[in-house]
């Protein structure tokens, strides 16, 4: 899945508000740029987005049901 297709995912399942989502959406894009990135910009980028997933926290806790499901 490409993030084209990962975005049209996450919008058609209201996944906008789903945090996660849009953190592997992230991931996916910088993934299909790396190439064209020097190896410093890509490792920014990847701490960037790690520091936004750790910042995240466990947001979940008490409501596993409802983000997951069953």
């Known amino acids: 899945m490409d993030s084209q297709e990962l975005g049209k995912y996450i919008t058609a ?3 906008v508000s789903k945090p996660w989502l849009l ?3 992230r991931l996916k894009k910088l993934q299909e740029r790396k190439a064209e990135m ?3 910009e ?3 980028e990847l ?3 790690h520091q936004d997933l750790m910042n995240l ?3 979940w806790v008490g409501i596993e049901d409802e ?3 069953k």
Do not use: A
């Open 23 to 25: 953190v592997q959406l």
């Open 47 to 49: 701490e960037e987005i």
């Open 42 to 44: 890509y490792v920014k």
């Open 13 to 15: 399942t209201d996944g």
């Open 57 to 59: 926290g466990e947001w």
């Open 67 to 69: 983000v997951f499901g």
């Open 38 to 40: 020097s190896g410093d």
